[in-house]
């Protein structure tokens, strides 16, 4: 083909047509947050969608959530357990009841 072109002449094979669905649209606005990207197209989002990049992305921002999800929970068990049960009342109250239980 490329031959064909260089020598000017017509290629041996022919184009070969993509397959077009109506209901893409070719001037649709997709801001991908993840990657920080603006995607013009359906088609061109979709591919987006399953780039390399993107999906790597994802598997980077799913380890961040999941190591703060850990550290959260880590931080509220060891808050638990730190903290001693509390008493009701004034202290001096506690004691009186004591001493007139006995």
């Known amino acids: 083909i490329v031959q064909s072109f260089i020598q000017g002449r017509k290629p041996a094979a022919a184009p070969v047509k993509m397959p077009c669905n109506e209901m893409e649209n070719k001037r649709s606005y997709h801001m991908c947050d993840l990657c920080d990207r603006i995607i013009i197209g359906d088609r061109e989002w979709a591919a987006h969608i399953k780039s ?7 598997r980077k921002r ?9 550290t959260i929970e880590s931080q509220s068990i060891s808050a638990d357990c ?19 239980g006995v």
């Open 82 to 100: 730190d903290k001693e049960p509390e008493e009701k009342g004034s202290p001096g109250q506690n004691e009186k009841e004591l001493k007139s």
């Open 52 to 58: 390399k990049s993107h999906l790597h992305q994802l």
């Open 62 to 70: 799913r380890r961040l959530d999941l190591d703060a999800l850990a």
